[in-house]
């Protein structure tokens, strides 16, 4: 059966409005008779798609004057190493908290660079069911900034509270959660998103950066990994990703039009919502993160039998859910409900995932 609902962790689904309008401009944009493929990135037409995803950015994130909006590529994981390249000259030291996979990826870059780099917070111990409480945290205030994985995408934890710091800048990785509800983007010094989750398609990095924070990076800094270069070049120094910046735009406009990330924020409780309550009631089924820390966009979970976790995943697939596959360090199934996936998918994995625990329960 073909793919009705995709629960793929990223690259990930896309409004159906959006892919249709891109689709229409993939030969043609608004009769200028060129794709947004073909143009020239310095061409009017381009220039009018890259202003307006920026002020689209700022409008719907609410990011406050202060800060530079950065469109970039190379991924999350080539923030891993920007942020202490661009931060570290400063005091000299930084630190992590370890919640999963890719925010231990994150300390492991930053250590490259022969530097102090501290673990405030882990747990590991835990298989990373939960985030650390403030109380759990060793902060050191002279830290250059504290980093942290917003939303833990292959484990399904999610920070729920936004740490006191001090005056330590805060460096969030927020792939899988930017743009799912609103963001005080004030508490933070960087956020950073790899668009491939929620924003894009993937070959497009967000960086929302306070902009005291530009301009002091460690000697050695190539140009395109330099956040001053970039931001004086409104992201341009280079021939930036147009296509997926163009479809930023269409799904911002979307997200706008349905009434932005307030309302966004109630679809994504009340479709997780439908999830987790359906698994909390069920005697078949476990969670793998603790309740108080669980995800709004990624929901894991087994059958505690890996061969009854197979066949979930084989049998999923045969009734049109693609990707339900856990990440191996985890095991069992993973589904990743982003803004993009209707809440008539959620219910009917739902209704599979009942069925399924009836004839093999
Ligand atoms: C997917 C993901 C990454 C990796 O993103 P790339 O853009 O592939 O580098 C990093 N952090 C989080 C939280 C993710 O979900």
Request: glycine content about 8%; hydrophobic content about 40%.
């Amino acid at each position: 059966m073909k793919t009705k609902y995709n629960f793929s962790a990223g690259p990930s689904v896309l409004p159906k409005p959006v892919l249709e309008k891109a689709r229409d401009s993939l030969i043609d944009y608004e009769g200028s008779g060129m794709s947004v493929m073909e143009m020239s990135h310095r061409s009017a037409e381009f220039d009018g798609i890259f202003r307006r995803t920026e002020s689209l950015f700022r409008k719907v994130l609410g990011i406050p004057d202060g800060y530079k909006v950065l469109l970039l590529q190379g991924g999350a994981t080539m923030q891993f190493a920007m942020v202490p390249m661009n931060l570290l000259a400063r005091g000299g030291k930084a630190d992590y908290v370890l919640t999963g996979n890719f925010s231990n990826n994150a300390y492991k870059e930053a250590l490259l660079f022969g530097k102090p780099i501290s673990v405030a917070g882990s747990t590991k111990d835990e298989n990373f069911r939960r985030i650390p409480a403030q109380g759990e945290l060793t902060l050191d205030p002279d830290a250059d900034y504290l980093h942290l994985c917003s939303n833990n995408t292959i484990f399904g934890t999610k920070w729920q509270y936004i740490p006191e710091t001090g005056r330590v800048p805060i460096v969030a990785d927020m792939s899988s959660c930017i743009l799912s509800e609103p963001v005080d983007v004030s508490r933070y010094g960087i956020i950073y998103a790899g668009a491939q989750k929620n924003i894009a398609p993937a070959g497009l990095t967000l960086v929302i950066i306070r902009e005291d924070l530009i301009g002091d990076p460690l000697p050695g800094t190539p140009t395109m990994l330099n956040y001053k270069v970039m931001a004086e070049n409104d992201s341009m120094k280079n021939t930036p990703p147009c296509w997926p910046i163009y479809i930023s735009m269409l799904v911002l406009e979307w997200i706008v039009e349905t009434g932005g990330l307030e309302a966004m924020r109630e679809r994504n409780r009340s479709k997780a919502g439908l999830l987790y309550d359906f698994l909390d009631a069920s005697d078949f089924y476990q969670t793998n993160a603790d309740a108080e820390d669980r995800s709004l966009m990624n929901v894991t979970f087994s059958t505690g039998d890996e061969e009854k976790d197979k066949a979930f995943v084989a049998e999923a697939k045969e009734a049109g859910m693609s990707n339900l596959k856990g990440h191996r360090s985890v095991g069992g199934m993973r589904a990743s409900i982003y803004n993009a996936m209707p809440r008539e998918g959620v219910s009917y994995l739902i209704d599979f995932m009942r069925d399924f625990a009836q004839r093999k329960g």
